[in-house]
């Protein structure tokens, strides 16, 4: 039998990863879940961010599936 969590909680547990992880800055990353699918959205400053990210999040409970939309370099406004 499979445990059920709710998306909520989920996204919940994928952003205090990302926010205790000083090697990301997810201020411009967005995270959605959907039955256990995760789109990330925003902006990263380099490729490497991109892929960190991910490799932070493909291990949480309840993560089936993910979707890195994820784009570097970050957009610098003036």
Do not use: K
Request: with cysteine; proline share 3%; net charge negative.
């Amino acid at each position: 039998m499979t445990t059920c969590i709710p998306d909520l909680a989920i996204a919940e547990q994928i952003n205090s990863i990302l926010h205790r992880d000083v090697r990301i800055d997810e201020h411009d990353i967005h995270v959605s879940v959907y039955d256990g699918w995760v789109f990330l959205d925003g902006h990263v400053d380099f490729e490497a961010d991109r892929d960190l990210v991910q490799s932070r999040i493909e291990n949480v409970a309840g993560v089936c599936r993910i979707t890195n939309n994820l784009t570097y370099p970050r957009l610098v406004s003036h």
